[in-house]
């Protein structure tokens, strides 16, 4: 059964939602919370990260505190709209350290971005000679975050 057919269960969405606040939580932990033996909770997780329901583990780090204290979001249009310049545009912007998140989107613009940035003077190197070097951009809108109300990487 592959991941876009499996509906997991009550147990594994248990699982999920215990590993999403903590991924270092130990299979015996978890297994004692669902009230399941540590084997059968085991298995559970090794066939959700063989699906890919499970993609992987990280650690949040608070960017403020690693000198990454100002987030912009960047929306972007491209001046020519075909799949040879999409698809340059993608690869060339996936390759920025800086670009955090990046998605695709519907309307006046077709890209947005999240980028970290220690602050204004390095937002603007970064723009001016990282990403406005990128071949086929029409048009930018930087959009600076004042203040995170709420971030979570929990789906659950």
């Given at each position: 059964m592959t991941a876009e057919h499996y509906t997991p269960d009550e147990k594994d969405l248990s699982i999920l939602r215990l590993l999403q606040k903590d991924a270092k939580m130990s299979v015996r932990d978890i297994s004692?919370?669902?009230?399941?033996s540590p084997t059968p909770t085991h298995e559970r997780?090794?066939?959700?990260?063989?699906?890919?329901?499970?993609?992987?583990?990280?650690?949040?780090?608070?960017?403020?505190?690693?000198?990454?204290?100002?987030?912009?979001?960047?929306?972007?249009a491209l001046n020519v709209h075909n799949k040879k310049t999409a698809g340059k545009f993608i690869e060339e912007v996936g390759k920025l350290k800086e670009v955090v998140e990046?998605?695709?989107?519907?309307?006046?613009?077709?890209?947005?971005?999240?980028?970290?940035?220690?602050n204004m003077d390095e937002f603007h190197e970064f723009f001016v000679n990282k990403?406005?070097?990128?071949e086929g951009i029409g048009q930018t809108k930087s959009i600076f975050v004042m203040n995170s109300i709420k971030e979570s990487a929990q789906i659950l």
């Amino acid at each position: 059964m592959t991941a876009e057919h499996y509906t997991p269960d009550e147990k594994d969405l248990s699982i999920l939602r215990l590993l999403q606040k903590d991924a270092k939580m130990s299979v015996r932990d978890i297994s004692a919370r669902i009230s399941l033996s540590p084997t059968p909770t085991h298995e559970r997780i090794k066939r959700m990260e063989k699906q890919g329901i499970i993609k992987e583990y990280t650690a949040v780090v608070d960017r403020k505190k690693v000198n990454k204290g100002m987030m912009v979001i960047c929306m972007i249009a491209l001046n020519v709209h075909n799949k040879k310049t999409a698809g340059k545009f993608i690869e060339e912007v996936g390759k920025l350290k800086e670009v955090v998140e990046f998605y695709n989107i519907s309307g006046d613009f077709d890209f947005m971005l999240k980028i970290l940035a220690p602050n204004m003077d390095e937002f603007h190197e970064f723009f001016v000679n990282k990403l406005s070097e990128i071949e086929g951009i029409g048009q930018t809108k930087s959009i600076f975050v004042m203040n995170s109300i709420k971030e979570s990487a929990q789906i659950l």
